[in-house]
């Protein structure tokens, strides 16, 4: 089973967006080579970019196409935890910029047996920690985003802005897995899927549950081109300021798209009755 998961072909997304966005930066050393790390600035704002890539030699075989795994979690909680303890005195937070490309949690043995759901909790859980502390988070999905691996680097921003791009999707689970969880071919949950937006892969769909704050049309997703990165560094600077002006630092925002109407009902039947 290893050895037909490392012949599948990795994306190089995260990793080319990482290089382009990040010239000029300087680059964090110490973490493993799937997670890459560089610390510079937008603007007025001050940031840590962090990307998971893959890793053909990942000491864990099934975290070798850019899965987030056990070292990616851990890593993940370690280089956001550094900026908040640089941080805990500075009158204005430094914020972070997640470029997302994963295309899944790592599934394996040996990852259940050392904890993936710890390592993976401990990531999403200095996330949260950072944006409750006042660290502006913004997430760039130029990728797959997929299951638990969205869950751990990415999710947890106050703004996440996506490509839009066939290329990037995100979903609990990829199709050939849920077909056969729903007893379904391909197709026919395609099929299902176009007419049931939480459903569906596409990346529009996903915008009308209110999660993402933008989306951008880039002449290159694969290789970003100069005007791609200024369209995106525009968009992400934007989003910071944005950050800076609310006075909440949840994530409320979210209930606003229109295909959460519902989401928002059961809120406000719950307040009602636990009032």
Known sequence: MNIAVDTLKASTRGADWFKAFTRGFKVVE???ASVLVADGQIGQQALRVI???PDSSNLFPRARQGEVGLLE???LAKAVDDVIQAD????TKRGILCLVDVPSQA?????ELLGIHQALAGAVDRY?????AGHPIVSLLVGKSMSGAFLAHGYQANRIIALKDSGVMVHAMGKESAARVTLRSVDELEQLASSIPPMAYDIESYATLGLLSQLLSVEN???????????????VEQAFKEIHAEPSRGLEQ?????NRQMSKQVRELLREQWS
């Open 128 to 132: 949260a920690r950072a944006r409750l």
């Open 88 to 91: 805990a005195n500075a009158e």
């Open 254 to 258: 979210r209930l606003q798209g229109q």
């Open 107 to 111: 599934y394996g043995r040996r990852e």
């Open 30 to 32: 110490g973490f493993p």
């Open 221 to 235: 997703p694969e290789q970003p081109t100069v005007n791609d990165l200024s369209l995106a560094k525009l968009a």
């Open 51 to 53: 990307a998971v890539v």
């Open 73 to 75: 979690g851990w890593t």
